[in-house]
């Protein structure tokens, strides 16, 4: 009896052994993956320029950047800033507008719309597959020069990436959720830069996963403010 129990006492730690190599190997093998991952974050340097409309003239900045350019694909929501018409008229250009602003320049040959009831919101444009502009700023005359909006320039070989596949989306007509972004996190300068499209990215749990790190102030400016869900997590950090 005795032997018995001491042989099944040998089967258990044998059996406890493999199951243990098992989960280091597992946990090895995790570990792995997860320094993979941090090594796949891409790295690059580049600038950044902000400007601030109506006092920073994002206009002449806009056309500035057109006419220094041979290509430019730009995504935006209203166009009718007529020395930015004129100017990349000039371009190898593709342009996308929401509908209810497509009677605006219909007459250029090189713009889409949707056509599927959603609205396409974004204002960000390429130009030579180097730098791009982005922000809450739309080429539009009453943006220019009356309200209060952002103009970013950024040079970027990752930021160029994202956007152009994001564009060849809308130009393909894809309107709606498209595929996922994939180089949403980069360093840029040393520092972690994170870059979403709505909706298929979710942006607003982004938001609320940023807005739940906060301990001492958040401060935001939005032209509209509809989300309840981020609207409770404010209620919750004040």
């Not at 320029?49 to 006419?67: Q, T």
């Not at 700023?137 to 209060?148: G, H, I, S, V």
Request: some cysteine; aromatic content about 14%; charged content about 20%.
């Amino acid at each position: 009896r005795s032997g018995k129990c001491y042989n099944k006492g040998l089967n258990t730690i044998k059996l406890h052994f493999k199951a243990m190599k098992k989960i280091i190997f597992i946990l090895l093998f995790l570990t792995a993956c997860s320094v993979q991952s941090i090594k796949e974050i891409p790295s690059e340097n580049g600038t950044i320029e902000v400007y601030f409309c109506p006092r920073d003239n994002c206009s002449a900045v806009l056309e500035n950047l057109v006419l220094q350019s041979k290509k430019v694909d730009c995504a935006v929501f209203e166009l009718n800033l007529p020395n930015v018409i004129n100017v990349i008229q000039k371009t190898e250009s593709r342009i996308i507008t929401d509908q209810t602003n497509y009677n605006e320049i219909y007459y250029l040959p090189f713009v889409k719309t949707n056509k599927k009831g959603q609205l396409m919101h974004n204002k960000f444009c390429i130009f030579d597959n180097s730098i791009i502009t982005t922000g809450s700023f739309n080429p539009t005359e009453r943006c220019a020069y009356f309200n209060n909006n952002n103009l970013l320039v950024i040079k970027s070989k990752t930021l160029v990436g994202n956007y152009n596949k994001e564009f060849n989306e809308l130009w393909n007509g894809n309107f709606g959720k498209g595929i996922t972004t994939q180089n949403t996190q980069f360093y840029f300068n040393g520092y972690l830069i994170e870059n979403y499209f709505c909706p298929e990215d979710w942006c607003a749990n982004k938001i609320i996963k940023e807005l739940s790190k906060a301990n001492q102030s958040v401060y935001f400016m939005t032209f509209s403010f509809t989300h309840e869900m981020i609207g409770d997590v404010l209620v919750n950090l004040h």
